[in-house]
């Protein structure tokens, strides 16, 4: 089994900063991708960054450039800076960590006050 302990969410103005973590234990050998997903009150779950094995990153467009994602091998930590918030990035912020089979946190809440 993999476990993901997610830390950092919370409330903050239009225009702050959060920096969002999550920690991956248990049986992890080969993590192809580690990542964040994001679901607002009503819609769907939909993917903001994520970094592949090898390093490479992803970002959803309504994120380039405000938000940087990274994460540390040694620690099995994936990290998520997210800069110049806006009220429309409120929604609870869950982690993904893909092995053979997709892993997720339990998420956290990120309000965003205007």
């Known amino acids: 089994q993999v476990q993901l302990v997610e830390s950092g969410g919370g409330l903050v103005q239009a225009g702050g900063s959060l920096r969002l973590s999550c920690a991956a234990s248990?049986?992890?050998?080969?993590?192809?991708?580690m990542g964040w997903y994001r679901q607002a009150p009503g819609k769907t779950r939909e993917l903001v960054a994520a970094?592949?094995?090898?390093?490479?990153?992803v970002y959803a467009d309504f994120v380039k450039g405000r938000f940087t994602i990274s994460r540390d091998n040694a620690k099995n930590t994936v990290y998520l800076q997210m800069n110049s918030l806006k009220p429309e990035d409120t929604a609870v912020y869950y982690c993904?960590?893909?092995?053979?089979?997709?892993?997720w946190g339990q998420g956290t809440q990120v309000t965003v006050s205007s």
């Open positions: 970094v592949i094995s090898g390093g490479s990153t």
């Open positions: 993904n960590v893909r092995i053979k089979s997709d892993y």
């Open positions: 248990g049986s992890i050998f080969s993590i192809n991708a």
